[in-house]
């Protein structure tokens, strides 16, 4: 069976990746199962960029492994975009909870009608394969994925985890945090970015 790191301590984005994975006969590791995790400096400015920083220095440590890398993240349309590449860290050291209430009180600023705090969430996936391509660099391939909703002045749900929620979705009439792990895999921006590199796989 092949062997599939995750550059990530995340059990939740595991099991995500596990389900969309168990087709192509992968076992998929999180920096838990291998002897090191590294310390990755995401300094780059995008989604993309983040992700190849981390599917690259872990493809140099441990290049028998298929390495996946993601970075995503809540961009809000009425705060330009914010938390963005910040998400995880937004407001410094804060628990979601009061995340929310920081994200929340900067909407308020706005003057922004609640019923127009659009959102989108945003993953971007770097996929390296064993071994190195005949120029000798890291060859990665991305692939993206996007899911829009609506930031909700309240939180409800218990499903989910990070912003998720706060984040309303029209079409279910729930939270991120209120849908079923199985719905949230077929339209999540990861569900979406791995679905593109489920396709990339099959051929």
């Not at 963005?84 to 804060?94: K, V």
């Not at 929310?100 to 922004?112: D, M, P, Q, R």
Request: aromatic residues 10%; proline residues 3%; glycine residues 8%.
């Amino acid at each position: 069976m092949r062997k599939c790191l995750i550059a990530s301590s995340n059990v939740n984005k595991a099991r995500e990746v596990q389900e969309i994975l168990k087709d192509f006969n992968f076992e998929v590791l999180t920096t838990h199962d291998v002897e090191e995790e590294l310390e990755v400096i995401e300094d780059a400015d995008s989604f993309t960029g983040n992700a190849l920083l981390k599917a690259k220095a872990y493809h140099e440590r441990y290049p028998e492994y298929y390495i996946l890398a993601d970075d995503s993240g809540l961009m809000i349309e009425a705060l330009d975009g914010r938390p963005g590449i910040y998400s995880a860290r937004y407001g410094g050291d804060l628990s979601y909870p009061e995340k929310f209430k920081l994200i929340w009180s900067e909407l308020a600023e706005t003057g922004v009608d609640p019923n127009e705090w659009r959102a989108k969430f945003v993953c971007a996936i770097a996929w390296c394969e064993p071994g190195v391509s005949l120029s000798g660099e890291v060859d990665a391939r991305v692939f993206q994925g996007e899911m829009h909703g609506i930031i909700l002045d309240e939180a409800r749900g218990e499903n989910g985890f990070g912003y998720d929620p706060i984040f309303y979705l029209p079409e279910f009439g729930k939270t991120n945090a209120e849908i079923s792990a199985e719905e949230k895999n077929k339209i999540s921006h990861r569900g979406r970015a791995l679905s593109e590199l489920q396709k990339y796989l099959k051929n």
